[in-house]
């Protein structure tokens, strides 16, 4: 019974840390050959992170490319997304794992 509390709380915890950008649609993709870091570019923010105007796509790198190959796809139909993740304090950009595309 306490380790089902305690994953309760864990899970608890963890769901309070993460944040949601609103629905918009990515102004560009961009790419960082140094660090192999792909971004979502809003220029009027992402309403997180102090309005940070970058997300950055996460992941494991088995599923790295999937993500982004759904960011691209998204950006190239002009579909609104909204990305799950948290602040990062060391860039401040939103680091983000989850994506939902909108209609």
């Known amino acids: 019974m306490k380790y089902l509390i305690s994953l309760i709380i ?3 915890s ?8 609103p629905y918009k649609t ?3 993709v961009q790419f960082n050959a140094d ?3 792909y971004f979502a570019y809003s220029s009027t923010g992402w309403e997180v ?4 105007k970058y997300v ?13 190959s759904q960011v691209l796809a998204a950006h190239m139909a002009q579909k ?4 799950s993740g948290e602040c990062t304090n060391a860039n401040g950009y939103f680091d983000s794992t989850y994506i939902k595309i909108n209609k």
């Not at 963890?14 to 944040?19: G, M, N, S, T």
């Not at 992170?49 to 940070?52: D, V």
């Not at 950055?56 to 982004?68: D, K, V």
């Open 80 to 83: 609104t997304v909204q990305f």
């Open 49 to 52: 992170c102090n309005n940070t």
């Open 26 to 28: 990515i102004d560009r």
């Open 14 to 21: 963890v769901e309070a840390i993460a944040e949601n950008t």
């Open 56 to 68: 950055q796509l996460r992941g494991s790198s088995t599923n790295i490319n999937m993500f982004t």
């Open 35 to 37: 660090s192999g870091a």
């Open 10 to 12: 864990l899970f608890s």
